[in-house]
């Protein structure tokens, strides 16, 4: 065993695995029964070995097709949506009698990102989570596709399954895909591209190896799944991308042998409320502020003050979450907000004593305080 790895492993219990379209369905969009038999018979494996699993499946849109018969993948949404509500039902069905079979209870439970942006649906969410977990019944979650409009959306289900693995602060998250793992480079183009078997941390050259800004390489899905990996490992879960053709790939996983990615989990992870901050909740609008603001959040782990604010962007009230960006147009916080944009539009770069003679209260000196501020920046 991977000595890294192995740390982790005796302590892990609670398992989010994500499987992609790839994975699931054949390239003509029908279903790959051996592939899903064996991702079943894995995790009813896992089960009797006592851990806890949930499970985050695509593989809808891509079944609606293949059911449909389809010749090209709908472009339109309400076609999109269409083939996902056939497909969604098709999948289910299929995991209902696969894990029958080895005495398995699944419970279908489909989201959106509006269920982890509102706080109240977010707890609501983590709840029926964990009801199910204790009646020892297996989660199967996916987008609801059928529903979901652009501005709600995750769009892909690495970020989706890094959510859930995040709100249920899994031990460790799998993402199952084409790929055997991480590369230096893309190895669809160099064939001397080397799998990376441990990350220690998702350094900016990470991420554009992964396709990130200013990258050409990444292809094949990498980039949300270094996105997956920020979100999980900042919430103290390991995350593994490993190929899901393998038929005993999540077996291997468990039992510490040296396949695929591990991204080490953060020693000091998120809190709760942070990560949701972070990671789950939409941002409403963007505060930039100069660069005395941005050291004194950063470097002085201070509240953001009207003074440093130079201009904003977008529309958002009192209690939203909003980005915070230097003055190289950087991403460096995100955090709720005191005032409303109108409010900030009045009272940037000023002092805060100014604040009541201006807007005719003051409730608070800063427009974000340092409890309610997430710093992004490495
Ligand atoms: N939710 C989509 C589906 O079930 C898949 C999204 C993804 O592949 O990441 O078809």
Redesign the pocket.
Known sequence: MDNKRAEYIDSINRIVIKV??STLTHENGRLNISSIESIVRQIADLINRGKEVILV??????AGIGRLGLKTKPKTIPEKQAA?AV??GILMHIYEKLFAEYGQIVAQVLLTREDMSHRIRFLNARNTLFALLDNNVIPII??N?AIVTEEIKFG???TLSACVASLVEADLLILLSDIDGFYDSDPHINPNAKLISWIDKITPEIEAAAGGAGSHLGTGGMATKIKAAKIAVSAGTSMVIANGSNPKIITDIITGKNIGTWFKPKEKPLHARQRWIAYSTKIKGKIYVDDGAEKAIIVNKKSLLPSGITKISGKFSEGQVVSILNSKDKEIAKGIVNYSSNEIEQIKGLNSSQIENILGHKNYDEVIHKDNMVILSL
């Open positions: 992609g379209t499946t695509s593989g809808a849109i891509g996902a497909g969604q996916n987008e596709d892909d289900n690495d």
